[in-house]
């Protein structure tokens, strides 16, 4: 199992800018695909974007894309998710996911085999 660890949650008013980071520690973790989810206020946890274990291949949902961009660093213990254009509707719980399985796969399952980070709150105001 991998240890998430996000950061960079906050408000800011609808248009702007912020971006998350989640640190993995772990035996394994450069190995791992990551991706973030998020959950809004009465609704399910939905997937957002997902980044494989080497960088070289991203996902991500439709109500994102164009708008947000996740990255990893280059020892793949970080995965950051720049976040531009932020709407109301982006307001959400984000979590960090991790798991030692392909893209598509943690995706799918809801990354339901990997590990979560606790989750940082995201508020954009109109």
């Known amino acids: 199992q991998v240890q998430l660890v996000e950061s960079g949650g906050g408000l800011v008013q609808a248009g702007g800018s912020l971006e998350l980071s989640c640190a993995a520690s772990g035996r394994t973790f450069t190995a791992y695909t990551m991706g973030w989810f998020r959950r809004a206020p009465g609704k399910e946890r939905v997937f957002v974007a997902a980044i494989s274990w080497n960088g070289g291949v991203t996902y991500y949902a439709d109500s994102v894309k164009g708008r947000f961009t996740i990255t990893r660093d280059n020892a793949r213990t970080t995965v950051n998710l720049q976040m531009n254009s932020l709407k109301p509707e982006d307001t959400a719980v984000y979590y960090c996911?991790?798991?030692?399985?392909?893209?598509?796969?943690?995706?799918?399952?809801?990354?339901?085999?990997?590990?979560w980070g606790q989750g940082t709150q995201v508020t954009v105001s109109s």
């Open positions: 996911a991790a798991d030692n399985r392909d893209a598509v796969t943690l995706i799918t399952s809801n990354n339901n085999k990997g590990s």
